[in-house]
């Protein structure tokens, strides 16, 4: 069965639907189911595919894509011409995980995408996460400006991915001694390359005491 993430496109626009599920489809890890072009549809689709991400337009030929929004069990990106302040708003009280108004670029709607990939990295399973966990995934949702895939790299941070690439799974305290390093510095290299979705983090459960934090490459 594919563990890619479904997504579901809901766009009274036939054309514009149909372009975004090609950006969908573009990203490894993310699979476009039929979109659909009103707010009954999508209720009636979300109930049987059980999408992990809806993109929802705010204006629908039978309801406000706001309205439906309230009433969607599922992460929902909102993907529209609306740009009023009032819409954004309501749109993030009501549950949106991002707001992205169109015309936009298939890299704009591919740095979300990836981004949601790496929130939904951060918060999987069924054990509990610390606070920590919750600012980095929320953190990472939204792309930094100008967000490329590629940049330089310091010359620590490319020891600590060299290091990373020796285990399988590795502490931040073990990464600190191998590059010589305090343990304070390896965290916070890790931790904006787990932002940056180049490293991934697990947490370990032991019998007593705080999970502990163990990074590997994707």
Avoid: C, W
């Avoid at 036939?14 to 549809?41: I, M, W």
């Avoid at 060299?162 to 073990?174: G, I």
């Amino acid at each position: 069965m594919s563990k890619d993430l479904r997504v579901l496109i809901v766009d009274d626009d036939f054309h514009v639907a149909r372009l975004h599920a090609e950006y969908v489809r573009s990203v490894p890890g993310f699979q476009a189911l039929d979109p659909v072009s009103t707010a009954d549809a999508a209720l009636r689709a979300v109930e049987a595919h059980r999408p992990d991400l809806v993109l929802l337009d705010v204006y629908l030929p039978d309801a406000l894509g706001l309205d439906l929004l309230r009433t969607l069990d599922t992460d929902v990106f909102m993907l529209t011409a609306a740009a009023e302040v009032d819409a954004v708003r309501k749109a993030y009280r009501r549950g949106a995980l991002t707001y992205l108004i169109k015309p936009f670029s298939a890299e704009q709607l591919t740095q979300r995408l990836q981004a949601y990939a790496r929130y939904r990295r951060l918060l999987l399973g069924p054990q509990g996460v610390d606070q920590q966990a919750v600012d980095r995934a929320l953190r990472g949702l939204t792309p930094a400006p100008n967000a490329t895939g590629t940049r330089a790299r310091q010359a620590t941070e490319t020891a600590v991915l060299k290091a990373l690439e020796a285990e399988a799974r590795v502490s931040a305290s073990e990464i600190a001694r191998t590059v010589g390093v305090s343990r304070a510095t390896a965290q916070r290299y890790l931790s904006a390359l787990v932002d940056e979705g180049v490293v991934e983090i697990e947490l370990e459960y032991g019998s007593t005491g705080r999970p502990e934090h163990l990074y590997r490459l994707p």
